[in-house]
Each structure stands twice: as C-alpha cells, then as structure tokens.
C-alpha cells in the first residue's frame, strides 16, 4: 500500500501503566481522551482499519482461501491438514479461523466508532474531514456485509461499548441489510468529490468504490435467504452510477489485471477497489507478507541460486467444470487439451507448475491436478519475492471488486427485471476482453496441412507478419509428428499488436547458410526435415534430399534426411466469437451468468457467496459431486480426491459459518446458527 503509511493503532484502545498510581488521565498510552486530537491522528486511525483488512484472519489469506475453495470452480488436494483450515466443510465454531474472521470483523467495527465518535475533535479542514468520515462509514458497512455474508444474524453495534456491556443480541439479516445500506449512503454522499480521478489509486474508498460496493450488497439482499427482489432495482441504479462516471473501463487485457496487482501498479479503471499490501510501514502486521498467491497460486519453490524462483504451495486446483466452461478451438489437433479461444482459461487454470532443481516448468495436462493461476507469485518484484534463495514478502494487493463484476451484476439484474435484450451488451463487454477483442483481431486458430514426421523434440513455433504481434505457439509432438500447435497466446494485447490479415506459421529451424549447427539439431529446407549428425558450419550449399538418399552433406556439417517438415496456417478473428449465444431466454441468459461470474471471477471470493444467493448452494453442489465422480476428480492419478470428499461434505448448514464458540460462551444473548 504506497499510498497510505499504515500504523497499528489498535494501540489507541490500549492499556498500559500510568505514571502515578491511581492516574485518572493517562499520559503514556493513546486512549479516546488523549487521541483524535490532530488531523494526522484521525488519518493514522483510518490507515489502521485499512490494515485490519489485510490481516492473515481476513483478507492476507483466510476470505480468498479457507472456506471458499470446495466449490464447483476450486478444490482443495489436502487431506486432514485441510479439514484444519476449513477446506472440505469439516469445521465446527471452535475452529480458530471461524472466529478470526468474526474477531477482526468487530475489531475493525470498534475502531471504527471510536474514530465516528471522535472526528469533531480535531481542528482541520472540513472537506478532509468529510472525506475520512467517509471512508469510515463505509468501511463500517463493508465489515458488517463481512459479518452477516458469513454469519447471518450479527450484533449490530454502532458505538464504543463499556466493558460490561457483553450480553448484545444479535440484530437480524434485514436489520444489518439497513444499517449497511444507512452507512454506505451517507458515505456516498460525503465522497462525491473524491474519485480515483483525483487520487491515481484504488486501495482507498473513493465514490465509485462505495457505488460498487453498494452494488455487490444490494444483489446479495435482493437473494438468499432475504430474497427482496425490490433490491434489483437498486442493483441497475448503483451499477449505472458506476458505469455512467465514466472512470471505469475494462484492461485490454485479462492477464496484466492480475499482474498489475503484484507489481502494485494500480489500474483505478479495472481495479475498483484493492486492498493494498506492499510498502506498509516497518512493524505492521502485513510487512511480513500475504498469502497470497501462495496457498491459491502456481506450485513452486525457492532455489538458492535461481533469484527467479519464488515460494507457493499450491494447495486447491481448478476443477474440471471450471477448465470445460471455456470455450475452445474445435478445428485444433493439438492434444491432449485444444486450446481455448477464451485467454482467460490458461491464465486461470495453470497447465504448468514449477518443480525440481534446477526448476523447469513441468507441465499439467489434467485440469484437475492444475493450480489456480489467476494470481502469481513469479510477476512480484524480485526485490521482494527472493533474497539469495529466502522468500520475501510478495505482498500481493487483494482486488475486492472489479469493474467486470459491476458489468455482470447489471447484466444479472437487467435479465431479472427486463429480460435478456438490453442484458447482452454488459455481458458481451466482459466476454469480448476475455477473449482479448477488446481493441482488435487476434490470432483464432492453427491448423495443420502437414504434420511432418521425424522430429525429436518439439519443434520452434514463429508467428509472423499480419500487421500485428505477440502471437506465440507450442508445438505438439505425438510420436515423431507434429500432431498439433497449442496457441499459448493470441496476440500481446495492446496498440499496434493487432492482426489485420492471417500471419504466418513457421515451424521449426530454417537451415541458413553459415551458421554452425550442433548435433542432433534439426533444421528444415522446403518440405524436408534434417537432423545435423555431424556438426559443423553450414556453407552456401543447402541440404538437399532426393527420394532413396538417407542424407545430405554440406562442407562441415552433416544433415541427413529425418522426414517430412511440418506446416500450418493461421486464421485470425471476426471480432464476433467473443459474442454470448443470442436468442437466449430469461432463465437460460441467467444460466449463462452464472458461467460467466465463474470464467472471470473464479479464485476472487465470490462463488460460493454467488451460489448460496441463488439459492441452491447444497444442491448445487452435491450435483457438482457426483458430476466430478464421474469426470474423474476420484482418480487418485490425474484427479483430486481430497477435494472431491470436501464437496461430498456439504450439508444445509454450511450456507452459513457457525457463530464462534468464545463468542457464545461470552455474548449469552447469541444464538448458534442451524445445524451448529
């Protein structure tokens, strides 16, 4: 977080000796009384409920991590270490992880009102003033969406309580609803000049921040369990606030969104609102690093003497639902995987890890056994991710909320209130930058006219020409032949890279004249492919082969004939494909959001929160079970049978987290949630 210089000022709450036995006003430690003096101070209190955010309890690892990775989009490959952390629904309100969620929640909440109760007391500029209390009333409500998303009824306090105040009953769903909907409004009106406009960053609440916000916790009233469909009509009025200010577009591309974050390059278009990690200040809780990237990222680890190596466990994979819902190249050969017209897919389901040493990419042709790729540890800074084989602190910044789901969320709530017509237009924005057709054509497909044959190793893919850039490929070798060409990337995205006109494949090494060539290396002339079996420097006299010859020698260097060269061809995109299937009615467009929510949000905290809206989390996914048991995720191999126990563990009670057991003991007016 570049922008804020966090202090842990949890300290203003504190206790420690007095100077003299008995002090009535303390001199040595921050309280009520001696804080909130100066404009500093007031601005130091918010930084710290910013902090509190980036706990290791919140969102330094456990809200992107413990309990929403058993779904139907991510499953996590641990056995009873799993069930530890939450990861396969085996967890009762003891649970540690359980509690710190609701712990941190109400920490933020009390400092919050300490900080409300206060900010009159400093002598500052008004609009400085209203920007802070604003922040801070939002901030308020986005613990309280925190807590009743989570647990359901919560008590709802709105004020320092005293220490003997612990019997609060808790204030029902709706109540909450209210409170949030109160807070949030009256931050948006204090913070209609402040826009990331003004600011260049987005790990601050600004206008929009609070409109998106708002949105998220307006849809989520308008489902499960509260089902006040009359919120749909607040979900369009905030989403167009958003959309409408003009300050909010889509990145031309999906991958760099997510390499932005661990650079900490902000992307105030894209990126709403982020919580910020890295550089916070000497001391605070978050220097140490996050999590992120680690237990949801691309397996790898640390090697001394390799400063590009980085630390991750990797521990859930993507699902194969997940890997199936993108839409793929059908005219492709390759194998075992076709390549997806939709970047998002091998961006989100990593086809590699990194193992060994020294490290190489090992690859994974499974989508059960693939990492989740979204966020990755190897785009951090070097300066801060190894230290002559030590992992650093990596300090991925958290996206809370992106523009893409302000645009899925209009789309949802058009399709409920007007149907599909109108409905298509957010949806197909989304859909066309995941397919990288944002601002131009990209390379669509390879095809193959010749798959040659002889080859030893997979052969160099170069894609040239077009009037574009950035278009690689890997070839695919299946018993001496080039079976296919896996597109690994359409295009590099951004201005002057776009195709205009087909490029042109070339495989494999062209023999040039002069060049010395090793052995075993092969190189092609025209149709033939040779393999160097001695040598040397090349001259001006090409390789040759005549039908019945094995080989062709050429001064200090000997090629002899290995086969056929392979070939193919490129064609480029319309600018169409990205387009949603039209015609579709109410109910089976909703089905396609739902998709779509899991093709560009999976891995960000939402799914399971999305599934229980709609209403059927546990049939869901206990349908999401058996269709995995027999697509393979049983098969110890090349499946994932630790995740697919966690799903079979769901039951009606898991639409909500159990109310903390210390909190009941404490809080007699509590009542556990059902099931618990």
């Known amino acids: 977080m570049k922008r804020i210089c966090i202090i842990a000022c949890m300290a203003i709450a504190g206790l420690t000796s007095c100077n003299k036995f008995l002090d009535t006003k303390p001199t040595d430690f921050y309280s009520n009384e001696n804080y909130y003096n100066t404009e500093a101070q007031v601005q130091q209190a918010l930084n710290g409920v910013y902090s509190n955010l980036m706990r290791p309890e919140l969102y330094a690892q456990v809200m992107g991590f413990n309990f929403v990775s058993a779904t139907d989009e991510v499953l996590p490959n641990r056995t009873t270490d799993g069930d530890a952390r939450g990861l396969r629904y085996n967890y009762d309100a003891s649970q540690t992880y359980v509690a710190g969620i609701w712990r941190l929640c109400y920490i933020g909440i009390n400092n919050i009102n300490a900080l409300l ?227 998002r897919r091998d961006w989100n389901c990593a086809n590699y890890i990194y193992s060994g040493n020294p490290r190489v990419k090992a690859a994974r042709t499974s989508a059960w056994l693939m990492s989740a790729g979204k966020f990755r540890r190897e785009y951090v800074p070097q300066s801060i991710r190894n230290t002559n084989g030590v992992a650093g602190t990596y300090n991925i910044n958290w996206p809370v909320i992106r523009y893409a789901d302000v645009l899925l969320m209009r789309a949802e709530a058009e399709n409920y209130k007007n149907g599909p017509g109108n409905a298509y237009g957010y949806i197909n924005q989304v859909r066309k930058r995941g397919y990288g057709l944002q601002n131009g054509n990209v390379v669509k497909s390879i095809t193959m006219t010749s798959q040659g044959s002889g080859y030893t190793v997979a052969p160099v893919v170069t894609i040239t020409g077009g009037g574009g850039s950035g278009a690689t490929g890997t070839a695919v070798l299946t018993s001496g032949r080039v079976s296919g060409i896996y597109l690994s990337s359409p295009g590099a995205l951004t201005p002057g890279s776009y195709y205009s006109s087909a490029p042109v494949v070339v495989i494999g090494t062209f023999w040039t004249p002069g060049v010395t060539y090793a052995a075993n290396t092969q190189v092609t002339n025209g149709a033939n492919l040779y393999t160097v079996t001695q040598a040397g420097t090349s001259t001006t006299t090409a390789p040759t082969h005549t039908t019945g010859a094995s080989s062709a020698t050429v001064t200090g260097a000997v090629f002899t004939y290995a086969g056929a060269a392979a070939a193919a061809t490129a064609t480029i995109t319309t600018g169409t494909e990205s387009e949603l299937t039209p015609g579709l009615d109410k109910d089976g467009f909703q089905l396609a959001i739902r998709d779509e929510r899991m093709r560009e949000l999976c891995f960000e905290a939402v799914r399971r929160a999305d599934l229980i809206r709609w209403g059927n989390f546990v049939a869901d996914i206990q349908d999401f079970a058996v269709w995995a048991t027999a697509n393979g995720a049983g098969v110890t191999a090349t499946g994932n049978p630790n995740g697919l126990q966690g799903v079979r563990n769901v039951s009606a009670r898991h639409v909500l987290l159990p109310k903390p057991t210390y909190e009941l003991n404490l809080n007699k007016a509590l009542v556990q949630n059902p099931g618990w």
């Open 117 to 343: 109760a206060n900010i009159d007391k400093p002598t500052m500029d008004e609009a400085k003033r209203n920007i802070i209390k604003g922040q801070a009333l939002f901030l308020r409500g986005y613990y309280y969406f925190l807590l009743t998303s989570n647990y359901g009824d919560v008590p709802l306090v709105l004020r320092n309580l005293t220490i003997s105040e612990v019997t609060v009953p808790a204030a029902t769903q709706k109540e909450v609803y209210q409170q949030i909907e109160k807070d949030m409004k009256e931050a948006e009106v204090l913070l209609k000049d402040y826009t990331v406009a003004k600011t260049g960053f987005s790990d601050v609440a600004t206008l929009t921040a609070v409109q998106a916000v708002l949105s998220r916790v307006y849809i989520y009233w308008a489902g499960y369990p509260q089902k006040d469909v009359t919120k749909y009509d607040s979900v369009i009025t905030y989403t167009d606030k958003v959309i409408n200010s003009g300050l909010h577009a889509l990145n031309a591309d999906y991958r760099q969104v997510f390499i932005n974050l661990a650079r900490d390059q902000y992307d105030v278009k894209e990126n709403i609102w982020e919580l910020g990690s890295l550089g916070a200040a000497a001391g605070v809780v978050n220097k140490t690093g996050n999590d992120i990237g680690n237990f949801v990222g691309i397996t790898s680890s640390i090697i001394a003497a390799d400063t590009s190596s980085y630390s991750a466990a990797s521990w859930v994979w993507v699902t194969k639902k997940l890997f199936d819902a993108y839409e793929v190249d059908a005219a492709s050969t390759a194998t075992p995987n076709k390549p997806s017209l939709d970047i």
